[in-house]
C-alpha cells in the first residue's frame, strides 16, 4: 500500500498523456473536418457560380459603356424573356420603355449607378408602401404562395406546408400569419412605421447582399465592383438599372438565377424522379409549371403582386431617384 | 442528364426562443445553390414538408417547441452532372 501513490502518480502521468493525445487527436479530426467542409464549400461555390454564369450568365445580355440604344433595349428584352421562362411574369411595355431609358442614361453617364446600400433603400421603400396597400385577399395570397408548389395529385406524405422565405423556414398557420401581416399593415399609419421600416431593411439588405456578392463573382464583367469580396460589404461601383431590377427580381422570387432554360428543365424533372422515389408514390411533374413566381415548381412566391406594372414603377421612381445627378 | 441524390444531414439545435410556442432550429453549413428538403411531425402529429434552396450561411426553421430538432429529417439534393 505504499506505493500507491506512486501508482497514482504514474496513472495521472498515463491519463495526462492519454488525455494529451486525445486532445491532439481531436484537435487534428476538429482541424480535418473543418479543412473537408472548407473544401466542400468552396467546391459547391464554384458549381454555384457556374450555374449562375449558364442561367442568367448566359441567357440575359447585360450592356455596356457605348452601346447603341437597340443593343440596350435587346439586353431589356432578354431580362423579360429570361423572367418570363423562369416565372410567367412578363414586363409590360411601360416598364421596358422606362428601364431601357434609364439604362442608356447610367451607360452614358448621365446619371450615377445606384449603390447597393441605394438599392436596399428603395427595395424597403417599394416594400412598405406596397405593404400598406395590400387588401386582404392579397394577404391571403402571399400566405398561400410561400407555402410551395401545390398540385391535387401531391402525395399525402408531403403534408402541412410552411412559409418557405429566403435562408428561413417558418411554421405558421394561415391564420396566425394572415392577421400578423394585417396588423403591420395596419401600424404604418402609427408611430410603429419606423419599427417595421427598420426591421424590413435589415430583411431586405440581407438578401440583396446575398445576391450582389454572388452576382459580383460569378458574372465580374457585368457586376464589377458592385461588391468587395476581401471585405465583403458593398463596393465602390454600384449597379446599373438593369442590374438592379435583376437583383430585385431575385429577391422578390427566391430565383437564384441558376441555370439555362434546358437545365432548369432538367433539374425539375430530376426532382420529380427523386421525390417518386423517396415517397414510392408519383410526384407531380414539372409539365406546364414554371420553377419561380406563383406556384412554383422550385420556390413559390408572389411574384405576380411584386412585379405587376403599378409595384414596378415604383421601384424605377425609387432607383432614379436614387440615380439622379 | 441530371440526377439527384438524397443525402441525409443534420440539424443542430440552436436553442433560440422565438416566441413561447415556437423555437429556431438551425442547418449549419449548407451549400450554396443546393436544395435541401426537409420533414418532421408536429405535436399534433401532422406531417411537415418543404424545400429551401440555401445561399450562404445558415438555414432557420422555425418550429412548434413542440418539436425536437433532432426530429427533422433533412435532405440534400445532390445535383450530379
Known amino acids: 500500500m505504499k506505493n500507491l501513490p506512486l501508482v497514482l502518480r504514474r496513472l495521472r502521468f498515463v491519463l495526462l498523456t492519454l488525455g494529451f493525445v486525445a486532445a491532439t487527436v481531436a484537435g487534428v479530426s476538429i482541424w480535418k473536418s473543418r479543412a473537408v467542409q472548407g473544401d466542400a464549400q468552396a467546391a459547391a461555390k464554384a458549381k454555384f457560380h457556374s450555374r449562375i454564369r449558364d442561367g442568367i450568365g448566359q441567357e440575359v445580355r447585360f450592356a455596356s459603356t457605348g452601346d447603341q440604344p437597340g443593343a440596350v433595349r435587346a439586353s431589356v428584352e432578354s431580362l423579360d424573356n429570361f423572367i418570363f421562362r423562369r416565372s410567367g411574369i412578363r414586363l409590360s411595355g411601360t416598364v421596358k420603355n422606362r428601364l431601357a431609358e434609364m439604362e442608356s442614361r447610367s451607360l452614358n453617364g448621365q446619371s450615377h449607378r445606384i449603390s447597393v446600400n441605394d438599392l436596399d433603400d428603395a427595395l424597403t421603400a417599394t416594400a412598405f408602401e406596397r405593404l400598406s396597400a395590400l387588401s386582404d385577399d392579397e394577404i391571403l395570397h402571399i400566405d398561400d404562395s410561400l407555402r410551395g408548389f401545390k398540385s391535387p395529385d401531391l402525395p399525402k406524405s408531403y403534408g402541412r406546408r410552411d412559409l418557405i422565405l429566403p435562408g428561413r423556414v417558418v411554421s405558421i398557420s394561415t391564420d396566425r400569419f394572415v392577421s400578423q401581416v394585417k396588423a403591420m399593415r395596419d401600424q404604418i399609419t402609427t408611430s410603429l412605421a419606423d419599427m417595421i421600416r427598420t426591421s424590413m431593411r435589415q430583411a431586405v439588405a440581407r438578401i440583396v447582399h446575398d445576391r450582389v456578392s454572388a452576382m459580383t463573382e460569378a458574372l465580374p464583367d457585368a457586376f464589377a465592383g458592385a461588391w468587395d469580396p476581401a471585405g465583403n460589404h458593398p463596393g465602390p461601383i454600384g449597379l446599373t438599372p438593369v442590374e438592379g431590377m435583376v437583383i430585385a427580381y431575385s429577391v422578390a422570387s427566391q430565383d437564384l438565377l441558376c441555370d439555362s432554360g434546358p437545365n432548369l428543365d432538367k433539374l425539375m424533372k430530376a426532382m420529380q424522379n427523386a421525390r417518386t422515389e423517396t415517397t414510392k408514390q408519383p410526384y407531380p411533374g414539372p409539365e406546364e409549371h414554371f420553377a419561380y413566381g406563383v406556384n412554383g415548381y422550385i420556390t413559390s412566391s408572389p411574384l405576380d403582386l411584386a412585379f405587376n406594372e403599378r409595384t414596378l414603377n415604383r421601384l424605377l421612381d425609387q432607383i432614379d431617384e436614387r440615380s439622379s445627378k | ?81
Open chain 2, 1 to 81: 442528364m441530371k440526377k439527384l441524390k438524397l443525402v441525409l444531414l443534420a440539424l443542430i439545435l440552436v436553442g433560440a426562443c422565438t416566441s413561447s410556442s415556437t423555437h429556431i432550429c438551425r442547418l449549419t453549413g449548407p451549400l450554396p445553390g443546393e436544395m435541401y428538403d426537409y420533414s418532421f411531425k408536429d405535436g399534433d402529429g401532422n406531417s411537415h414538408f418543404g424545400s429551401v434552396e440555401s445561399t450562404v450561411g445558415e438555414v432557420d426553421l422555425e418550429i412548434d417547441s413542440s418539436v425536437d430538432c433532432s426530429e427533422i429529417k433533412v435532405t440534400r439534393e445532390l445535383i450530379a452532372d
